[in-house]
């Protein structure tokens, strides 16, 4: 037996299938690992499931018909119009609601700092819409769209928006405008809290220093605040794009993606292709793509992050 | 440059008067340091001068031209903030060239200036770091430099060295005084520390709950304060204030020591600041002390004495000291520095 001190070489016989745990390199990862497994079989093993669907064929109306198939729903994808129609109209809903949500809510989060009477109130009030179930939401605005029951084709018509008061709802050119609007009502108190939060992280003296040096109030804006403002724009921007993108609710409880596939969007063509169409393979394979498409465009907002963004 | 007014200014929150009948005026070049304890307004007066703060009554005239209703932008003045308010999103350059910029003066005209002012304060390295990269020292240069490259009416202070540890405080102190030689302009500068006030000032403004005590000259207030507060306020260590009494033609403290002096029938504290006590034999002097605690300070030494009846009384001693703790010796006070107050608190001219 040799006389050797190293302890990884510790001459203790008992000890020795337990000496590659005691690797330094090893040792922290198992300390971790109830959480690390827990992730695992709750996040990872999922969607390795779900992404490997995407290479198999999986359609409850084909039983008989189930393997593994390579690419061949991807070359579909390449030429299914259906699919390239959803994704403008992907882009199309997304990035409207987005704007739209950021720039009232940026409105709104600038108005209460302002202050003014009865702002607690208003401020609790803002909260509503997310207290709101979105299938509520959903079927509370399809009904204000209809002329039957709603007053907002009445409302439309009477501003000369429209030249009858008629559902929206069911014309193919301007239907996608009935779920923006439902999910710009219920994205910007998002929007309103969290910047109202960063807002109020700004110390007062910049404004002061700012007036002192003789800034307009737009140029307070656009120099102080919105720089300040620009680490808490990018992340909430991002989060919210991903979610919207993502966010199915609205347009199936509206019109199903109706009229005409005037309204789909590629994750209501998604929950469709699954569960109506039962074709779970197809299904999956349109998600990897979008999956791809949202990370492009996360990486893209946090390069853009890193080049703009200075105040910490 | 220009000559700044203030005539009957007051300012309240609500009901709250915080400062009252404030009149001060401040000549074109002047450097006027305005001092007091926390709390006593000074910061508020120099945020309405500055149109940060709403005046709620009286006029306030730069020129003699009536500036109340003018924004801040309006008012062309440069301020230093405690903070220093530096943009964190903005290099040195352009947070000192940023009242340039906005002014939209041409990048040249801007360039130019950040150097200029960047080379007056020594911070030729720095023009492209952003504020976190730089020390305490450093920021509070660029928060000066940003004041100097604008070129302003006058430069406002607001406590500006506060931030900073005691070696560096001198340093930008001696900065300060010689920034405003070179560029004479006017400068009002808030502070809580005496010392800065009397080294830095033309003319100092001592407040106290939002009154003014006394507008005067460094030495002024140091030899003839208007006031039992300013005598306590300026001056370090703090004058000596007995209480007394007139027995016949003299003054007696209240443990029966008379001091040679005659108070007019009207005095009723006296003080004496502790350079002005000598220390002599027991059986000479006004009273006797036994020295309780002994600071040697090197220059001077500070020896706080017990006297019976009387209580503590502090003594300056100019260099070093033979004394120990428990040794008994007489204090002689030098009448003729020394001041006399009246029950309120207003000082007695004497004559001598």
Redesign the interface.
């Known amino acids: 037996m040799s006389l050797t001190t190293n302890k990884n070489f510790a001459p203790d016989q008992k000890g020795q299938g337990w000496k590659i745990f005691k690797s330094p390199k090893l040792e922290p990862f198992l300390y971790l690992s109830p959480s690390i497994i827990l992730i695992c079989l709750v996040i990872f093993v999922p969607l390795v499931i779900g992404i490997s669907y995407a290479f198999q064929s999986i359609s409850l109306f084909r039983p008989s018909d189930t393997g593994w198939i390579g690419f061949e729903h991807f070359e579909d994808i390449y030429q299914d119009r259906k699919f390239y129609k959803s994704l403008r109209n992907t882009f199309w809903w997304t990035f409207t609601s987005v704007i739209l949500q950021f720039s009232l809510g940026l409105g709104l989060a600038m108005l209460l700092k302002a202050g003014f009477k009865g702002q607690k109130f208003f401020q609790a009030l803002i909260f509503l819409p997310w207290a709101v179930p979105t299938f509520l939401s959903a079927l509370t605005w399809a009904w204000l769209f209809n002329p039957v029951i709603g007053p907002l084709s009445h409302w439309m018509f009477a501003l000369g928006i429209l030249d009858e008061p008629y559902n929206i709802l069911a014309d193919p050119s301007i239907a996608m405008y009935g779920p923006i609007a439902a999910n710009v009502w219920f994205g910007i108190p998002f929007f309103a809290i969290t910047l109202l939060a960063a807002l109020q992280s700004i110390?007062d003296?910049?404004y002061?220093?700012?007036?002192?040096?003789?800034?307009?109030k737009w140029?307070v804006f656009s120099?102080?605040t919105l720089?300040?403002l620009a680490p808490m724009i990018v992340i909430t921007v991002m989060l919210r794009t991903v979610w919207i993108a993502n966010f199915a609710d609205f347009i199936y409880v509206m019109t199903s993606g109706g009229p005409a596939n005037s309204t789909q969007i590629l994750s209501t063509y998604i929950f469709l292709t699954a569960f109506k169409k039962l074709d779970f393979g197809y299904a999956s394979a349109v998600s990897v793509v979008l999956l791809v498409l949202l990370l492009i465009f996360a990486t893209l907002l946090l390069k853009m992050r890193q080049k703009f963004v200075?105040?910490? | 440059m220009s000559n700044i007014e203030l005539r009957e200014i007051s300012k309240s929150y609500g009901d709250v008067e915080v400062m009252n009948d404030i009149n001060l005026e401040i000549q074109d070049g002047e450097f006027i340091v305005l001092v007091g304890p926390s709390g006593c307004g000074k910061s508020t007066l120099l945020r309405m001068i500055a149109g940060l703060e709403p005046i709620t009554a009286g006029d306030l005239l730069f020129d003699d031209e009536l500036v109340n209703e003018l924004a801040p932008r309006d008012r062309d003045i440069a301020m230093v903030f405690q903070s220093y308010a530096l943009y964190p999103h903005m290099d040195v350059a352009r947070n000192m060239g940023f009242s340039l910029e906005i002014r939209g003066e041409k990048a040249q005209i801007i360039d130019q200036r950040t150097q200029k002012s960047a080379d007056t304060l020594g911070l030729k390295g720095l023009l492209d770091r952003l504020p976190k990269a730089l020390s305490g020292g450093q920021r509070q240069r660029v928060a000066m430099g940003r004041a100097i490259a604008r070129d302003p009416k006058a430069f406002l202070f607001d406590e500006p060295l506060s931030n900073l540890d005691a070696a560096l405080r001198v340093e930008m102190r001696l900065e300060i005084a010689k920034l405003h030689q070179r560029l004479g302009a006017t400068m009002i500068y808030v502070t809580h520390d005496q010392v800065e006030a009397l080294t830095l000032a033309d003319r100092i403004v001592v407040l106290n709950e939002g009154k003014i005590q006394q507008i005067g000259r460094p030495l002024e207030l140091y030899q003839s304060p208007a006031n039992l507060f300013v005598a306590n306020f300026i001056g370090s260590p703090t004058m000596n204030i007995f209480d007394v009494k007139q027995v016949g033609a003299e003054l007696q403290l209240v443990n029966g020591a008379l001091i040679g002096m005659s108070g007019g029938g009207a005095a009723v504290s006296f003080g004496i600041r502790p350079e002005h006590i000598a220390i002599v034999a027991q059986d000479k002097g006004h009273v006797v002390g036994t020295a309780e605690v002994v600071e040697r300070l090197g220059s001077d030494s500070n020896i706080y004495t017990q006297v019976e009846g009387l209580g503590q009384v502090l003594i300056r001693h100019h260099g070093n000291t033979e004394l120990n703790i428990g040794d008994k010796f007489g204090l002689e006070f030098n009448v003729s520095a020394a001041h006399l107050f009246d029950s309120d608190g207003i000082r007695l001219t004497l004559d001598k």
Request: glycine fraction near 4%.
């Open positions: 110390p003296e910049m002061e220093a700012a007036a002192i040096d003789g800034a307009s140029q120099k102080i720089p300040f200075r105040v910490n």
